[in-house]
Structure formats: C-alpha cells, structure tokens
C-alpha cells in the first residue's frame, strides 16, 4: 500500500479528467441553456467575470462575522473585498452610507427576508405581504386555507413562526388594492408590511405603502429581488425613499450570482445590528466570500451605461411580448407590464400553468407555471410567468419578442 507522500496531488487534476460523469453533466446544462430560449422571469446569463469569482480561491475561505471582526484569520483580503462589495451596492443605488447600510452575507433572497423577520420582530408578530396567487412570494407569509375544515396550513417558515395576512390585488385591475390593505391593516395591525413580489408586472405605489404602515405603526420593508436590476438604472420607482428595510437577490435582473443583500436605514431604531446579528450568528454561519466578490463584479457592471440600455430593453422587450399576446386575444394580468415580466393568465384558455410549462419545454422553451390571481390552489396555478431579462442579454429585440409571441 502506497504511503501518503507517494499518493499524486490530484488538486490541478481539470474536471473532465477528474470527474467526466459531472463534466459531461455540467456540459449538457450549457447546452441546453444556449439551445432553447430561456423565459423564466428569474433566471439570467451572469457574465464570465462573475463565474470567475465563484471559482477562485475565495471558495477556500471561511470568514464568519463582519470585516474587521472575524472569528477566523487569515482574512485581511476577504476583508477589502466584502467592503468593496458594500461600497459599491450603496453607490449602485445612490445612497448615503451614513444614513443606509448594506449586508451583502445572505445566500440568497429567502435568507435575506428571514434575517429581516427575525432580526426586527418577535416571534408570533404580525406580518402583511402580498399574497401568493397576487403575484407574492412564499416568504412573505403564504398559507393556504381549507374551507372545509376551516383550518389554515403554514407553507413558508414565515407563517409558521409568525402570524400572516396577505393582501391582494383587486379583480377587476390586477393592481394592488391598496384601499382594501388599508382597511385590512387597520384591523390587523400588522408589525411588519411587506411590498414586493415575484409576479407582479406593475410597478410599486411607496408612498401609499409608508402612509399605511405609518397609520399603524408599522415597518415597511421591500422585496425587490426581481427588479433590482431596473431600480438601480432607474427603470422602476425607488423603494429606498420610503421603506425601513430593502432586501434583494442579485441573479435575476442585476444578472449577478446567486447571492442575496439586505440594505437598512441606518438610525435610532438599531437594524444595523439586529440584522446583522440574525444573519450571524442567528441564522447563517461563515460568508460564502466567492460569492460577495462576484456581487461585487457585477455591481460594478450595474453602475456603467451598457447596462441601463440593457434595463431599459429588458422593459421594452417584456412589453412587445404582452402587446402580442393581447393582440392575439390573450389575458394578461393587469392588462400588461411595466417591469421585466409578464403574468399570463391561461383559465380563459382552459389549460393550466403546468401543462402549458410541460408542452413548453418540449419545444426548449423555458418558463415556468405560475399563480394568476383567482387560483385556489399553488399545485395546478391557472398561468405562467414570462420574462425577458435572459434573452435581453442575449440580445433579443421588441420584433424578436413579438416572434416568440
């Protein structure tokens, strides 16, 4: 039996030789990526500089609390890197570093919002966010409800450790009923409102949001993982004027890794440490520092004029496809789009969401099935949500939308 000083370092060894079960795997990913055409609103094609920050050296490192207060050595460089990432999320979305802060250490988005709902509430605290088939995500507080046996049944953690009322669009607009949330928040009083989706297509009324969380004492936080991207160019309205807290990913629109940032007012209140402090020690344990510098490269894309043109054909293209769509006699929710997406409402069709996601991906079309509003159930949704961030980055244009319509 060979000693271990005879054993051949197989650490230079590339993955073709070392493991060509998973190359060839990770191969056909690539291909299928390039081959068909990729519409799920939340994926995108991040850029070689950022794949070359998650497979650098920072993957060896572990770096658990903040820079300048590590519970390991060896991080002076990891150090910089993390607070350039900081610098630079700040400066992407023109705010005052004396007056916001940014953690940019949550895996991703889920992490994100959790980090906020335990650092800032207690547990059993009241929790308003949009509603699933609304266009919501799981996060912010979905539950389904059995008339039946009149119970309701927690889906996400967030409405198991804390109690969740969804508001709703109205059925007539598709928009947010904010009429209805305020009366609902009048009598619920929530602790935490949350703004924000991950299928909604119109873009985001702060201002009437701030005037209800203020009616009832409430903080305001915004998700604004899937148009991150059109925020910091411009392309949307500017949660940071009247939210408490922003979080994000930074893989959908922002076209980075797979990573999540959580952005605070910095004042009396004290988020900065209950955030900090629930995403560690609380919640998470070391950074994932591949990951913080590949935000960081892409942030620094997101700050450069290519890219606001980019945003701006991202608007462009979601648009030319829901006017082809409608002009073909389709239901979209709300009547259209102002941001990256589109919801497609199939019902009037009688087809469901995963049908339709199944005939799709036959064809090398990828999208995905999704609640339209009116489903009663999250397993069989009644639509589909398109989106044009990967494709715009393959630059499609308006008249290649409107062929793919």
Known sequence: MSSFADLPFKGLVPLSEHDPVMFDLIEREKNRQWRGLELIASENFTSKAVIDCLGS???????EGLPGARYYGGNDVVDKIEVLCQERAL??????????????QPYSGSPANFAVYTGLLKPHDRIMGLDLPSGGHLTHGFYTYSKKEGTRKAVSATSVYFESLPYRVHPDSGLVDHDQLQRDA???K???IVCGGSAYSRDWDYKRFREIADENGSLLMMDMAHISGLVATGEQSSPF????VVT???HKSLRGPRAGMIF?????RGFETKINQAVFPALQGGPHEHQIAGVATQ???????EFKIYSQQVKKNAHALSEKLVSLGHTIASGGTENHLILWDLKPAKVTGSKFEKLCDACNITLNKNCVPGDRSAITPGGVRIGAPALTTRKFLEADFEQIG
Do not use: I
């Open 57 to 63: 050296a920072l993957t060896n490192k572990y770096a």
């Open 91 to 104: 400066k992407a979305y023109g705010l005052d570093p004396e007056k916001w802060g940014v953690n940019v």
């Open 186 to 188: 009048g009598l619920f």
């Open 190 to 192: 929530p602790a935490l």
């Open 241 to 244: 004027e009247y939210c408490d």
């Open 248 to 250: 994000t990913t930074t």
């Open 264 to 268: 605070f007012r910095k004042d009396e």
């Open 299 to 305: 942030l620094l894309e997101v700050m450069s004029p």
